[in-house]
């Protein structure tokens, strides 16, 4: 079965600091990958995706995040954050070329000190 | 404890049938959500309720009607199930925050496959 994990439950920085939120996930074949960002108020949305080519994949507002197969990880990262990035992180994953559910991680509280 | 509960996890019926989802959070949150995982496995905001009131109502057919009893509960009801209703729909809640730095974790349902035959 399908996992996620998020080691990183909260998450403070100041502005201009880099942000990487560790992701990693546990299934044996080819999978999808997400990063969902929910603002305080506000409900989920896509930040980006990864499904297959450049491991390297970005995201809005300066997000992105880069798949290395080998450890099974999707760590999204961002060089300078801002006050505005204040919010609740979720990795996801499902099985590509199947049918399945989506698995969200437990997510991570993002905290900008302005 | 399963904190964020839907039924069914599996839902196979026909074309036109009417049917319902029910989700069920024991968290004593005020707020609560239905997603729609589609096609491409993205998730898309369909519904959201804060005490019991609706406040999201996304671009969705109004054969989809969510209704929310109590704050513990929000089913949705869909009726005259058609082809491309078949997906993943999750359920989530949530404890509104005040303020900008006060927000809290949302806590996801395990879903419920439908397939429209």
């Known amino acids: 079965a399908q996992s996620v994990s998020q080691h990183n439950h909260h998450v403070i920085l100041s502005e201009a600091a880099s942000l990487e939120l560790g992701c990693n996930y546990s299934y044996g074949g080819t999978v999808n990958l997400f990063w969902y960002v929910q603002y305080p108020g506000q409900h989920l949305q896509l930040l980006l995706k990864y499904f297959s080519g450049d491991p390297l994949v970005k995201g809005i507002k300066g997000f992105e995040a880069e798949f290395i197969k080998s450890k099974f990880s999707f760590n999204l990262r961002k060089p300078s954050v801002q006050w505005s990035d204040t919010a609740e992180y979720f990795c996801a994953v499902n099985a590509a070329n199947r049918d399945d559910k989506i698995i969200f991680g437990k997510g991570t509280r993002l905290h900008i000190l302005p | 404890d399963t904190a964020v509960s839907q039924t069914p996890k599996y839902l196979v019926t026909q074309m036109g049938n009417d049917k319902s989802i029910k989700c069920e959070q024991n968290l004593g949150h005020d707020t609560m959500y239905w997603y729609k995982q589609d096609s491409k496995k993205f998730l898309k905001i369909m519904f959201s309720?804060?005490?019991?009131?609706?406040?999201i109502n996304e671009t969705v057919p109004n054969r989809f009607s969510p209704k929310s009893p109590d704050k513990a509960h929000l089913n949705l009801h869909i009726n005259s199930l058609e082809l491309g209703d078949s997906a993943v729909y999750f359920c989530a809640s949530q404890q509104t925050g005040q303020g900008v730095f006060s927000y809290n974790e949302q806590f996801f349902g395990p879903g419920t496959r439908l397939t429209v035959l």
């Open positions: 309720y804060n005490n019991k009131e609706l406040i």
